[in-house]
């Protein structure tokens, strides 16, 4: 355990931040499940569910919650699943 005050200030802040990409990571696996479940039985909601994903996809990318080109490689997939490639 640090005994420097900084230190400790700085365990707590990045506990923090863990929680909260860590929350931000699962929900982004979420949305690119249930859209690819929606794709996979051509569902009514599925464009909605795209659209969800590829938005939350680009929000935690800016955020700098996940890298841009983790956001573009999985916003790629995504897409080409969509539109029926491989």
Known sequence: ???????????????????????????????????????????DDAPEAVRAAQKRLGKAAAKGRIHKNQAARRTSRLMRHASGGS
């Open 1 to 43: 355990m640090a005994n420097i005050k900084s230190q400790i200030k700085r365990n707590r802040s990045n506990e923090k931040r863990r929680q909260r990409n860590q929350a931000v990571r699962s929900e982004l696996k979420t949305r690119v499940k249930t859209a690819r479940q929606a794709l996979a039985t051509t569902s």
